[in-house]
């Protein structure tokens, strides 16, 4: 019996959840612990979220890790009360990745990408193996 294929929407639901954990616990210290890049508050990288600096909407950047990464841990208050506090982001990737890093971010962003089923699995793959590394 042939396997099943799976939902694009499945797909993409499956890569936030690697992506977002990737993100937050590649962040946290030995104890399990992150700071939200826009008000420092310190918290279990479970309890922390995955901010975008971009909209997720963006797919050039939804999924971005590296050299600029377009996602950081925030804490719910940051990225759901105050719409990700988009320009305290940009100060924190200017002042951690060098200046003009978020001006990169925001070109790169504009960038019409569409990404097939496969692309995106082989995406799943790699931030899984990534997150099995980092714990």
Not at 70 to 81: G, V
Request: with cysteine.
């Amino acid at each position: 019996m042939a396997k099943k294929k799976r939902k694009r929407s499945q797909i993409v639901k499956q890569l936030d959840s690697v992506f977002s954990q990737y993100i937050r616990l590649r962040a946290a210290n030995l104890d399990g612990f992150a700071e939200c890049v826009t008000c420092g508050k310190v918290d279990h990288w479970k309890k922390l979220q995955c901010g975008h600096f971009m909209s997720r909407r963006k797919y050039s950047t939804r999924w971005t890790a590296d050299p600029i990464p377009n996602c950081a841990p925030q804490c719910m208050a940051c990225n759901m009360y105050a719409q990700g506090e988009q320009f305290k982001f940009s100060i924190y990737l200017d002042q951690t990745y060098g200046e003009g890093a978020s001006d990169t971010l925001l070109l790169a962003s504009n960038q019409i990408i569409k990404y097939s089923d496969q692309e995106l699995l082989e995406m799943v793959d790699k931030y899984k193996a990534l997150l099995s590394e980092l714990k």
